[in-house]
């Protein structure tokens, strides 16, 4: 009878397995095979009469555990969103030693400020305690829409204040001495980063069907904007690029799930303490002094001008120079300079 099995090695008991409207597949546990096959019909008719779910039944009665809850958060994420998977299981990780064994019923507002402070007192920071605060959100505000808890916990946590993180980006020196440490795959991968400023969740998903060299340009597979971005590509990357073989869809289907770490750790043996992203902020540094903000900020490829800014070092003296131009551009030689329009709305802070 479909949906009615046995498990090997299990004995003689017979399992039932049935699909609810939510999509979830259950199984359970019976005994006998005539029981299975009763109560899975009971199951069938139940899932077209009252849309029955098991777990949404027995959360309503019995909440369960955050762990358990965690694990189903997991399971979500793979199914719906398997690129922020690791990240989604690390922070809550850290915190199943604090919420676990705790039903999620019993975690209130102040259980989670006794967390997250735990969090500080270990060392994390302010963006890391933050990261910890919108898992745990989410994960309880799923738990809230299918009914579960009443309210969402987290939503009455205060965010913790982020420090603004300089960009660490390399000196040439630093960068000849990295790259001498790397192999040459680690080295394709860092040159790619350092002359397109191609993050390294997107440098792993990037496919060759979006690099056009004839073009020199690159449509990045996997943006963390989620729109469509374009970038051009210089003479060192075009050259990279035609030298790698193409033994994949991706551009480094070898590429390791620890590559992130295994490069830091490079680095340090090189006496170079800096992460993969230092490369993203070498390719914008570089940049800067070259080009205007607007066009740097595109280059980059920010969405908030706040964060191009930070890239922006510009000393008093250059903003002197920079309005003495004008004068020498609207002199007209009689004397009197032409009438100049003036852009309208403020100039970018650091700018003024």
């Known amino acids: 009878m479909r949906g009615v099995f046995q498990k090997a090695g299990k004995g003689g008991t017979w399992w039932i ?34 849309g029955f779910c098991l777990t949404t039944h027995r959360t309503r009665d019995v909440p369960p555990l955050f ?40 975690i209130m507002p ?12 270990a060392g994390a920071t302010g963006a890391t305690i933050n990261r910890d605060r919108a898992v745990l959100s989410h994960l309880f505000g799923q738990l809230v829409a299918k009914g579960t808890i009443q ?13 603004a993180e300089e960009p660490r980006p390399l000196t040439h020196d630093e960068e000849a ?13 860092a040159q790619l980063a350092l002359n397109t400023g191609l993050r390294l969740g997107e440098i792993r998903s990037q496919a060759w069907r979006d690099v056009d060299l004839e073009a020199r340009a690159l449509t990045v597979t996997r943006p963390k904007s989620g729109q469509r971005e374009v970038i051009p590509l210089n003479l060192t990357a075009v050259d990279l690029l035609t030298r790698l073989p193409k033994d994949g869809p991706t551009l480094f ?31 914008i540094s570089r940049l800067a002094p070259h080009v205007s903000g607007p066009v740097l900020m595109q280059l ?12 922006l070092k510009i000393e008093g003296q250059h903003l002197r120079e920079a309005v003495e131009k004008l004068v020498e551009a609207d002199y007209d030689g009689s004397g009197t300079g032409r009438d100049v329009p003036v852009p309208a709305g403020p100039l970018p802070r650091g700018l003024d």
Request: include cysteine; aromatic fraction near 8%; hydrophobic fraction near 35%.
């Open 300 to 311: 980059a490829r920010h969405r908030d001008w706040r964060t191009t800014r930070r890239y």
């Open 67 to 106: 762990s358990e809850a965690a694990k189903d958060y997991l399971a979500w994420a793979v199914r719906d969103r398997p690129r922020s998977v690791r990240f989604r299981q690390s922070h809550l990780a850290a915190a199943m030693p604090a919420l676990g064994p705790l039903t999620v019923a019993d």
């Open 110 to 121: 102040t259980r989670i400020e006794q967390y997250l402070a735990s969090r500080q007192h």
């Open 253 to 283: 289907p070898t590429m390791r799930a620890d590559f992130s770490r295994t490069f830091a750790k490079k680095a340090r043996a090189v006496k170079v303490p800096v992460t993969f992203h230092c490369l993203r902020d070498t390719f």
């Open 151 to 163: 309210t969402n916990p987290v939503a009455h946590v205060p965010r913790h204040r982020e420090a």
């Open 17 to 50: 397995r049935w699909t609810c409207p939510q999509g979830h597949r259950h199984e359970e546990k019976v005994g006998p095979k005539a029981a299975a096959q009763t109560l899975v019909e009971r199951r069938r008719v139940a899932v077209k009469v009252d």
């Open 177 to 189: 001495r990295l790259l001498m440490a790397l192999d040459p795959t680690e080295t394709s991968i």
